[in-house]
């Protein structure tokens, strides 16, 4: 599949003090930072007391923690993550996360969310 026969797909290059953020929820904003049919990556900020709340998705996410101080629940199991860490949530797992100290989260989705698409 090459980018012309693609419904979705971002510039090469993407700045983020130039990419729209859009609301994701109660303190929580999104910023989709390249993408095609196949995978998405987005930087995702928390602010403190914010949640993820629990939702699954037919997805493969993969998540790196950039900054702050999350507890992360995928299925009946929850760990504390910090800067650094990261997580890969299988499609259909039931997860979310809540945000202990501000921070930024990078998620990478695959294949694309297209209800990302309608909000950007």
């Not at 921070?103 to 209800?115: H, Q, T």
């Amino acid at each position: 599949m090459n980018k012309k026969t693609m419904k979705y797909a971002s510039r090469e290059f993407l700045r983020g003090n130039e990419e729209p953020f859009v609301e994701a929820g109660d303190g929580v904003t999104r910023q989709n930072l390249g993408y095609d049919d196949t995978i998405l990556m987005a930087r995702v900020v928390f602010e403190k007391g914010s949640e993820g709340y629990v939702h699954a998705h037919p997805h493969s996410q993969v998540t790196y923690i950039e900054s702050g101080v999350f507890d992360f629940t995928i299925g009946s199991e929850t760990k504390r993550l910090v800067a650094g860490d990261g997580t890969y949530i299988p499609p259909h797992a039931k997860h979310g996360a809540v945000c202990i100290e501000a921070g930024v989260l990078i998620d990478v989705f695959s294949p694309i969310r297209e209800d990302f698409m309608q909000q950007s």
